[in-house]
């Protein structure tokens, strides 16, 4: 039997995911449109991004309105992207994943850690959307994280009382971010853009610790590399193209997460 607590974070998520396509899409309009008024991120009615009609809220139903409508606008009857439906049944997986797999128990400290987690990770959702489609990381997005993993490293030490955590943190934030940023000088930021050297100090500061961030660094190259093998076989991927690299580095910052602590130790027994 499915617990109550996994249906209602899978609906939480199909909701989120809504938000994270809202978001995507109005902060690359007000990146765009310069001599129109601007859109706020968590204000106004959404629309249609072919004919800009406002949507009403039997058009704004997570999943079911775009099923219902089978894709299409209700209103210029264009198709609206699958990008939408996918987006929100991942968030709502990965929410529930969360659920399952969460490391920090289910007292009152373990819930507001969860809940925590669930707006980094709807956020970190938003940034690998924008990056896969305009290979771009927006730094308004990246600001908007900083706030909520310093609390959640903050939560963290306290619950666990173990304050060399927070050097743990620290050291994170400056080897990762540190090695991207001498990455982003040493090539004139031809292999990186600045939008990944924040993000690498951000996802440092979120996974803590050298070993956690060089695996992390692993995990995105090996992730990055096997996915882009089919394109490069197909042809689709020329030696001049850009791949972007942030959704890669926030797979594995979510791996690390969540595993990285057994992954290390499973290591360590190797040697």
């Given at each position: 039997?499915?617990?109550?607590e996994i249906?209602?974070?899978?609906?939480?998520?199909l909701?989120?995911?809504?938000?994270?396509?809202?978001?995507v899409?109005?902060?690359?309009?007000?990146s765009?449109?310069?001599?129109?008024?601007?859109?706020?991120i968590?204000?106004?009615?959404s629309i249609?991004?072919?004919?800009?009609?406002?949507?009403q809220?039997?058009?704004?139903?997570?999943?079911?309105?775009?099923?219902?409508?089978?894709?299409?606008?209700r209103?210029c009857h264009?198709?609206?992207?699958?990008?939408?439906?996918?987006v929100?049944?991942?968030?709502a997986?990965?929410?529930?994943?969360?659920f399952?797999?969460w490391?920090n128990?289910?007292?009152?400290?373990?819930?507001?850690?969860?809940?925590?987690w669930?707006?980094?990770?709807?956020?970190?959702?938003?940034?690998?959307?924008?990056?896969?489609?305009?290979?771009?990381?927006?730094?308004k997005?990246?600001?908007?994280i900083?706030?909520?993993?310093?609390?959640?490293?903050?939560?963290?030490?306290?619950?666990?009382?173990?304050?060399?955590?927070?050097?743990?943190y620290l050291?994170?934030?400056l080897?990762?971010?540190?090695?991207?940023y001498?990455?982003?000088?040493?090539?004139?930021?031809?292999?990186?853009?600045g939008?990944?050297?924040r993000l690498g100090f951000l996802?440092?500061?979120?996974?803590?610790?050298?070993l956690?961030?060089?695996l992390?660094?692993?995990?995105a190259?090996?992730?990055?590399?096997?996915?882009?093998?089919?394109f490069?076989?197909s042809?689709?991927l020329?030696?001049?193209s850009t791949?972007p690299?942030?959704?890669?580095?926030?797979?594995?910052?979510?791996?690390?997460?969540?595993?990285?602590?057994?992954?290390?130790?499973?290591?360590?027994?190797?040697?």
């Amino acid at each position: 039997m499915v617990d109550l607590e996994i249906v209602l974070l899978f609906f939480l998520g199909l909701v989120f995911g809504s938000f994270i396509n809202a978001l995507v899409y109005r902060v690359k309009y007000n990146s765009v449109k310069k001599n129109i008024p601007k859109l706020s991120i968590v204000n106004g009615r959404s629309i249609c991004p072919n004919c800009k009609h406002q949507l009403q809220s039997i058009d704004l139903i997570p999943l079911l309105s775009w099923i219902f409508l089978r894709g299409k606008c209700r209103y210029c009857h264009k198709s609206i992207s699958i990008q939408y439906p996918l987006v929100e049944i991942v968030t709502a997986l990965l929410f529930v994943f969360s659920f399952i797999y969460w490391k920090n128990g289910f007292n009152l400290g373990g819930y507001v850690e969860l809940a925590i987690w669930l707006l980094i990770l709807t956020l970190l959702i938003s940034l690998a959307i924008y990056d896969i489609r305009w290979k771009i990381i927006p730094t308004k997005i990246i600001y908007l994280i900083y706030p909520l993993v310093i609390a959640n490293d903050l939560i963290n030490i306290y619950i666990s009382k173990d304050f060399f955590l927070f050097l743990g943190y620290l050291l994170g934030f400056l080897i990762l971010g540190g090695l991207f940023y001498l990455l982003f000088q040493i090539s004139s930021g031809k292999w990186i853009g600045g939008g990944d050297v924040r993000l690498g100090f951000l996802l440092g500061l979120l996974v803590g610790g050298p070993l956690s961030s060089i695996l992390l660094l692993f995990l995105a190259s090996v992730i990055g590399t096997i996915s882009s093998i089919p394109f490069v076989l197909s042809g689709r991927l020329k030696k001049k193209s850009t791949i972007p690299f942030g959704p890669f580095l926030i797979i594995g910052a979510m791996i690390v997460y969540f595993f990285g602590t057994q992954i290390i130790n499973w290591y360590k027994s190797k040697l």
